[in-house]
T-cell receptor, first 112, second 112 residues
Framework: TQLLEQSPQFLSIQEGENLTVYCNSS?????LQWYRQEPGEGPVLLVT?????EVKKLKRLTFQFGDARKDSSLHITAAQPGDTGLYLC????????????FGQGTTLQVKP | DVKVTQSSRYLVKRTGEKVFLECVQD?????MFWYRQDPGLGLRLIYF???????EKGDIPEGYSVSREKKERFSLILESASTNQTSMYLC???????????FGPGTRLTVT
């Protein structure tokens, strides 16, 4: 069974600080997605990475896919209160069934 | 933009009632999914459909059934609601063999 472990589970920081969220597995994925979910809403897709070593930037958010396609990270620079939410990573197995493996999520709170 | 809508944002039902949760997507996606989300347990797949009238059990199908009579609509049915089915229910859709999923806003179901 493929698993994705996210860390940390909870993060509470001050506005302006930097942070990194990790998503790790012992299995290879053909792609890795990151989602953000606000309270009472559904997850919203932020980015997809598909190539080992790939780096994508979305304003202050930087996403990286590990060289072996088994792990990923999300780095936020100068966090703002609007970044508060639940961040989920999700991996697509090489079998290409369409079903995703989700991490448990990281709850981020950015205090003004 | 992909739009996934769910019939209710909040629902309160009594134990033993039959409950229908409806999901509609407007992007002609082949795949549709039903998840439940509980604190500490993350997103768990209940059922998955990859075509009209086609369905596949997810990780926690017990107590649930689904119906997909039209491509754009995927229904989740709780045959006899129980208190342990109190949860946030999320519907998602994606293109066939593509991992990026688009979520609806969720239905917060309370069974009393």
């Amino acid at each position: 069974t493929q698993l994705l472990e996210q860390s940390p589970q909870f993060l509470s920081i001050q506005e302006g600080e930097n942070l990194t969220v990790y998503c790790n597995s012992s299995s290879v994925f053909s792609s890795l997605q990151w989602y953000r979910q606000e309270p009472g809403e559904g997850p919203v897709l932020l980015v997809t990475v598909v190539t080992g070593g790939e780096v994508k930037k979305l304003k202050r958010l930087t996403f990286q896919f590990g060289d072996a396609r088994k792990d990923s990270s999300l780095h936020i620079t100068a966090a703002q209160p609007g970044d508060t939410g639940l961040y989920l990573c999700a991996g697509g197995p090489p079998s290409n069934t369409g079903k995703l493996i989700f991490g448990q999520g990281t709850t981020l709170q950015v205090k003004p | 933009d992909v739009k996934v809508t769910q019939s209710s944002r909040y629902l309160v039902k009594r134990t033993g009632e039959k409950v229908f949760l409806e999901c509609v997507q407007d992007m002609d996606h082949e795949n549709m999914f039903w998840y439940r989300q509980d604190p500490g347990l993350g997103l768990r797949l209940i059922y998955f459909s990859y075509d009209v009238k086609m369905k596949e059990k997810g990780d926690i199908p017990e107590g649930y059934s689904v119906s997909r009579e039209k491509k754009e609509r995927f229904s989740l049915i709780l045959e006899s609601a129980s208190t342990n089915q109190t949860s946030m229910y999320l519907c998602a859709s994606s293109l066939y063999r593509v991992y990026e999923q688009y979520f609806g806003p969720g239905t917060r179901l309370t069974v009393t």
